[in-house]
């Protein structure tokens, strides 16, 4: 079968309780979209890495590591980071330099500052800051239009109770959808490290087809229910199962948003998933077989995603022409999946020139 569905036309889950949402718009500053890094642990004190906890705007992740990099003379890969974090936003996040026996330039927190980067508080720690070692995004947001209505409230009332969709945002697919062209075109050809250095073509064909498996659930409306051969994902963590047999308690538990239906990043392996599930897998496979084969020959892992994200510590607050969204997401969590049921806009659905190519709300 043909890929046909373009992609960011995805359905969205409250659309059948509400209609489509009206028009807004959710960034019309960095201002509007701040983001911060919820780490889970604080650092030690002492080691060899300095860590900073800074603040940047129109700026990506990379761009921030790269001007420590040279304010603090070392290499790029001596840099460490947990997430990327958009360019149009106010972000907050951790980052970390290797320094052994050696301190902090004295003006780094100027020189930095001239670059756009603020140091908001800088510590020692023994290990260098990995990939997606924190536990959660904070997310305040205003958005505008004639979407902040009562209908706003009640979509969000509704997401509260009921868990967002988990897509991945269009912020992955880069600007007009370029980064899954590219990716399409590289694993024709045979992915090669030397044309994605950081993965990001990888992760742009993998989070497609993890949509386009959304996709399906949310047409079916199960995306939000456990099912016989479901992976579930325990809320919070990456502790998973495989639902054999689908018991009252089970499906009370994902009532609560307790537990979560998954479904496959795909890649090289056996699938967890049996029964009724493993035909969503099926059916990607018939649909998207030059992506899912690709990928197999690039010899990425397979792997699981939850289908939903339960909105932590949530709060709304609407005034007579705008409204502000705060909330905490899992890491891996989009706010535009968030944005996207609650007002129509078109970088929510397509892939205009807002979006960054290859970042995300890590």
Known sequence: MSETRRPGDWPRATDAEFGPPLAGDYRAAPEDFVVEEVLGFAPEGHGEHLWLWIEKRGLTTLDAVRHVARECQVSPRAVGYSGMKDRI???RQWLSVQLPGQPAPDDLIERLAACGVRVLEQARHPRKLKRGVHRANRFTLRITGVAVNAQLEARWAWLCRHGVPNLFGPQRFGPEGRN???ARAVLDRGWRKRDDKEGMLLSAARSYLFNEQLAMRLADGSWQ?????DVAILDGSASQFVVETLDAELAERAERLDLHPSGVLWGVGSSLSGGETLRYEQTLSERHGALCQGLER???RMARRA????LDQPRLEVAADEARLDFHLPRGGFATAVLRELLDHPTLTSF???TTPGHEPG
């Open 298 to 300: 690039a010899g990425v």
């Open 352 to 354: 205009a020139e807002r």
């Open 225 to 229: 229910r456990l099912l016989t051969g």
């Open 89 to 91: 936003a106010v972000t």
């Open 180 to 182: 899954l062209a590219r």
């Open 307 to 310: 289908l939903r994200m339960r």
